[in-house]
């Protein structure tokens, strides 16, 4: 063996290193639990199960909601609270559509309207309607010796830590000197937290537990402490005993229950509207409480020990099945930070985006976007999922593509096409709704496809194909129709009429965006193995689409945003927002479209001249998959931990955008599917760890991760 071999053998072997033994995932996991010490209103930590949350303050409950509002809210939402303002004014989504002029004729999009005013009230009616439910604020009400109810200013000695191994959150601080500790867990399965509190406070008679129930906002978000208009909705205490209660709360035409239940005796009782306080017995230091929330009057039989059990059990599963990554011995002093924002993320995503539909951007810790999910952003929340191997968790969601079928389908009718079109912002039930922007978006169009390709890769069966060829298969009889053939050319151009992933652009002016025509040919060929998978012969038009879409646009060598922006990179407003251009490779797979050379200019270029200041959360790890894939390791770290402000990770996990988004999951979900294809690697990837530098200063162990397209 010549000595040069040697050299090389070594590098490697202090390189990026896949060990063969398997990895210590709970000792990983629990490096990183969150420890707070403070009263500090971004680091708010949550407990749930994916399809409902709750998240706590210092204290281990909802103490200080109003303090925490602009914040990480004191939230407690599921995937079934969900309510509409009364429709008086008979609003339509039929009201607020407007005529574009695409593929040369008007075609009608609900859009927002500022005037006249009947369109307006329309468009914010839809806007706002559906909306998530804040379903209920549990706090401690702590009195001083006065009598006076305390402040936050009056916690002191907190010492608060999540260990996301468990889901447990353990809360200790002191109130006038006397020690409160606290534990706070969430059911695995089931809408119930259980709390087990301890402390001579309770003896004292200085300790009690807070019900209250909020009204829903018609705000762009809700925190879940509008205590206002209490004369527009109903709770009443429905059963009453010494060691239970149970409450109905009605809006409007919905209504749930919430289910109490403690230990040693106590008696809850309403001291104004919406406004219950529980008063436990004062002959014990410790209480044990469940509460319950629920579409249902009888509540669930739980104990504080179920509920912790169940949380102990469900997180340790989670943990130990799917992916695994351990960047202990990385020399880059970015490794840990790295590993945390990792950890927290599986945490978060988990707890927050595993539900039967699309998820919103802030999850089910408080609303944006009046709660409503974006299915554009459905690939940043959900694609992690499958490349972790954890598929259950994104197939959870697909089903609701069925509910909302009908929706799609009628939006691509009315609008002349084929198929269905998905809509952009929509509600539990698949609803349409009014958007100056994500009307026009047509990115989202093929997520679905991705997604249950992705199924199929995993589960390759009978079975997946005939579960979801028909949203295949509809899915891309839309795009192909939406496709229009200029004769002239001789070539199918997307636009004018839509918006692209880069949200600069205005849709009467817009045409053939890069991303979007490279992800037109992948998903649509992919389509077509479906067919022949299934045993039909190919789909003429989607093959006609295929092989005649324009080419990707480009100037002086570099892919251009759109083919209409010949100064995509010259125009400072062009340099902002979302830099989609690098989504044709990254997120998408290197295809016939593409040049690769081209791209690996384009990604300097977008480097060099990029407003970083201006972006949001996913578009780091989109960056990253960027450079993964063009085998730039180093680019791909440093775009995925590049210091910006919308690529902050707070001290939970959360990922930080501005003082309206204090949290924002396509950052975190963005950041798993990165380093899923910088771990695994992509189909016909020839090297191990490709997103991971060969400089001696990463040590990566993995396990468990899929390759992605």
Not at 323 to 328: E, P, Q, T
Not at 435 to 452: A, D, R
Not at 590 to 612: G, H, I, N, S, Y
């Amino acid at each position: 063996m010549t000595k040069n071999v040697c050299k090389i053998l070594v590098l490697l072997s202090i390189s990026v290193s896949i060990f063969a033994q398997k990895i210590d995932r709970k000792a990983v996991v629990e490096r990183h639990k969150v420890k707070v010490s403070k009263i500090d209103t971004l680091a708010s930590l949550s407990v749930g199960n994916g399809k409902f949350a709750f998240t706590v303050d210092a204290t281990g409950l909802q103490t200080f909601p109003d303090f925490y509002a602009n914040g990480v809210p004191l939230g407690t939402q599921s995937e079934w609270g969900w309510h509409s303002f009364p429709n008086i004014g008979n609003y339509r989504i039929e009201e607020t559509l407007k005529d574009l002029e695409s593929h040369g004729r008007k075609v009608p999009y609900a859009a927002q309207w500022n005037e006249p005013k009947r369109k307006k009230e329309a468009a914010d009616f839809v806007r706002q309607n559906p909306h998530r439910l804040q379903l209920g604020n549990l706090g401690f009400e702590l009195y001083k010796k006065d009598h006076s109810v305390a402040n936050p200013s009056d916690i002191q000695a907190i010492n608060q830590t999540l260990n996301p191994y468990t889901g447990e959150i353990k809360s200790h601080f002191t109130f006038e000197g006397i020690g409160v500790d606290v534990q706070t867990f969430c059911d695995a399965k089931k809408d119930i937290i259980g709390v087990k509190v301890q402390s001579d406070l309770l003896k004292t008679g200085q300790l009690k537990v807070r019900l209250r129930l909020p009204y829903p906002t018609d705000k762009f978000i809700d925190a879940g402490n509008n205590w206002a208009n209490f004369d527009r909705h109903s709770s009443k205490i429905i059963a009453s005993s010494s060691t239970r209660a149970s409450i109905n709360h009605t809006l409007d035409q919905d209504q749930y229950f919430i289910h109490l239940s403690w230990t040693n005796g106590g008696k809850l009782k309403e001291t104004q509207a919406h406004y219950f306080l529980f008063e436990p017995s004062k002959n014990s230091m410790i209480l044990n409480l469940t509460c319950e929330f629920s579409e249902k009057s009888t509540p669930t039989a739980s104990t504080f020990s179920n509920v912790m059990n169940s949380s102990i059990s469900g997180w340790k599963q989670f943990w130990q099945s799917g992916g695994a990554i351990d960047l202990a011995g990385s020399t880059d002093p970015r490794a840990n930070e790295l590993e945390r924002q990792i950890i927290l993320s599986e945490y978060l995503t988990k707890l927050q985006c595993a539900s039967s539909a699309p998820p919103q951007e802030t999850g089910l810790t408080y609303n944006s976007w009046f709660g409503k999910p974006h299915l554009e952003m459905h690939w940043w929340h959900g694609v992690h999922f499958a490349l972790w191997g954890r598929i259950d968790l994104l197939e959870k969601s697909l089903t609701w593509y069925k509910k909302a079928l009908p929706t799609a389908r009628n939006i691509a009718k009315r609008q002349g096409f084929e198929g269905a079109r998905w809509p952009k912002m929509t509600d539990n039930d698949g609803g349409e709704t009014a958007s100056s922007v994500g009307s026009y978006l047509i990115w989202q169009q093929p997520h679905i496809i991705t997604f249950v390709e992705l199924v199929y890769r995993q589960k390759p069966t009978a079975q997946t194909l005939e579960k979801y060829k028909q949203l295949v298969f509809e899915t891309a009889d839309f795009m192909a129709s939406f496709a229009d053939f200029d004769k002239q050319k001789g070539k199918y151009i997307l636009g004018k009429g839509i918006i692209s992933a880069q949200e600069r652009f205005k849709p009467e002016d817009t045409f053939n965006p890069t991303y979007e025509l490279n992800y037109w040919y992948q998903t649509l060929t992919i389509a077509q193995n479906w067919r022949k998978r299934l045993g039909l012969k190919p789909n003429e038009k989607w093959q006609h689409v295929i092989e005649n879409l324009s080419p990707l646009p480009q100037k002086d060598g570099l892919y251009l945003a759109t083919e209409n922006a010949q100064d995509s990179y010259t125009n400072p407003k062009y340099l902002t927002d979302h830099p989609a251009v690098l989504c044709t490779l990254g997120m998408l797979p290197e295809t016939p479209m593409l040049d690769k050379p081209t791209m690996k200019r384009t990604f300097e270029k977008v480097w060099e001249a990029w407003d970083w200041q201006d972006t949001w959360g996913w578009d780091f790890p989109m960056v990253s998959m960027t450079a993964t894939r063009l085998d730039m390791p180093q680019k791909a770290i440093d775009g995925l931990m590049m210091p910006i402000r919308t690529n902050t990770y707070l001290p939970n996990g959360h990922n930080f955008q501005d003082g309206r988004l204090r949290l924002y999951l396509p950052g975190n979900g963005g950041l798993l599917t990165a380093v899923a294809l910088m771990c695994a690697g992509y189909d016909g990837c020839k090297t191990q760890t490709p997103g991971f530098p060969k400089d001696g200063t990463w040590k990566v162990k993995w396990e468990g991760m899929q390759k992605f397209f």
